[in-house]
């Protein structure tokens, strides 16, 4: 089984709906990351949560919110699908200090 | 300003050539941490190697070397003998300590290995 799980794999949504993706870790890992992937953009920064009560705007958040349930469970909501919110969606873990981030598979979202 | 830069778009090769994907940073600390990531076409993103700014060795891992130079701030990735399965998306990050270790990742580069 994956470390780090996202749900779901794929999702078509019509604009002006609201969406939840959501993650889940079995690393034990304390922080938790959101990040959105354009082609030529890279990825890019959402929201982080450093631990339960902790939560995070990273360098796109608008349109979007989190919510950390548990150390090991972090979703993402769009509250109002819009079109330019087409992306693939990665959620990430981080053990402390300098480690690597370690990736879900992703969730391929399309607002239409 | 862009922390990381990957200048190259998309690269093409024959199998069995060497390749090396740029990489150049920009940082005002003294502690950071530069890592490299490849997303195949299958689409998650693989960890392949983190350097810390103290260790400035080269290293090597099979088909796989990392030229690290501070004094250019550059993390250059070369494959050598490259392979079809190397085909794929390779990113640069960066992660500073005085910014709670955010990371900065690179536009990225798209490699594609021509059989």
């Known amino acids: 089984d994956a470390d780090v799980t996202q749900t779901p794999r794929n999702r078509i949504t019509k604009t002006g709906k609201r969406i939840m993706l959501e993650c889940s870790q079995t690393?034990?890992?304390?922080?938790m990351y959101w990040y959105r992937q354009d082609p030529g953009l890279g990825l890019r920064l959402i929201y982080y949560s450093f631990d339960v009560k902790d939560i995070n705007k990273g360098e796109i958040s608008d349109g979007y919110s989190v919510s950390r349930q548990a150390q090991a469970k972090f979703s993402l909501s769009l509250e109002s699908a819009i079109p330019n919110q087409t992306a693939l969606y990665f959620c990430?873990?981080?053990?402390?200090?300098?480690?690597?981030?370690?990736f879900g598979n992703g969730t391929r979202l399309t607002v239409t | 300003a862009q922390k990381v830069t990957q200048a190259q778009t998309e690269i093409s090769v024959v199998e069995k050539e060497d390749v090396t994907l740029d990489c150049v940073y920009e940082?005002?600390?003294?502690?950071?941490?530069l890592f490299w990531y490849k997303q195949p076409p299958s689409g998650e993103l693989v960890f392949l190697i983190r350097?810390?700014?103290?260790?400035?060795q080269n290293e090597i891992s099979g088909r796989y070397s990392w030229n690290f130079q501070k004094s250019t701030s550059s993390f250059n990735f070369t494959i050598t003998a490259s392979q079809v399965v190397d085909s794929a998306v390779y990113f640069c990050?960066?992660?500073?300590?005085?910014?709670?270790?955010?990371?900065?990742f690179g536009t990225g580069t798209s490699l594609t290995v021509i059989p």
């Open positions: 690393k034990g890992h304390d922080r």
């Open positions: 350097r810390n700014s103290f260790d400035e």
């Open positions: 990050a960066l992660s500073e300590a005085y910014t709670g270790n955010q990371f900065y």
């Open positions: 940082t005002r600390d003294t502690t950071y941490y």
């Open positions: 990430a873990t981080r053990d402390r200090g300098s480690s690597p981030l370690h």
